[in-house]
């Protein structure tokens, strides 16, 4: 059975740091794409960022430099480092694992950045 279980959101100030963690099991990351999306209240579920199985990054404009995302193929983890969290970074995060057979989601972790 697939399971992905996000964990490290919670409450943080503005110009705070949080790391998400997104582990896995049933699946490998280390052949798969995975991404990290977030969903504020009452908007569409954004991609914020992603990581190829060789290891190509993207980021969405809106976290460039702020945020980066790494995979521990020993540990079968991904990661989000969140720095300089803004209160719009206000969102559940889920972790998403895909390739060309299907895709996985994790059940998210919120993130609330506020003062």
């Known amino acids: 059975q697939v399971q992905l279980v996000e964990s490290g959101g919670g409450l943080v100030q503005p110009g705070g740091s949080l790391r998400l963690s997104c582990a896995a099991s049933g699946i490998i990351f280390s052949v798969r794409d995975t991404g990290w999306y977030r969903q504020a209240p009452g908007k569409q579920r954004d991609l914020v960022a992603s990581?190829?199985?060789?290891?190509?990054?993207y980021y969405a404009d809106f976290v460039k430099g702020r945020f980066t995302i790494s995979r521990d193929n020993a540990k079968n983890t991904v990661y989000l480092q969140m720095n300089s969290l803004k209160p719009e970074d206000t969102a559940v995060y889920y972790c998403?694992?895909?390739?060309?057979?299907?895709?996985?989601w994790g059940q998210g972790t919120q993130v609330t950045v506020s003062s």
């Open positions: 990581i190829t199985s060789g290891f190509n990054t």
């Open positions: 998403k694992s895909s390739n060309s057979y299907g895709q996985y």
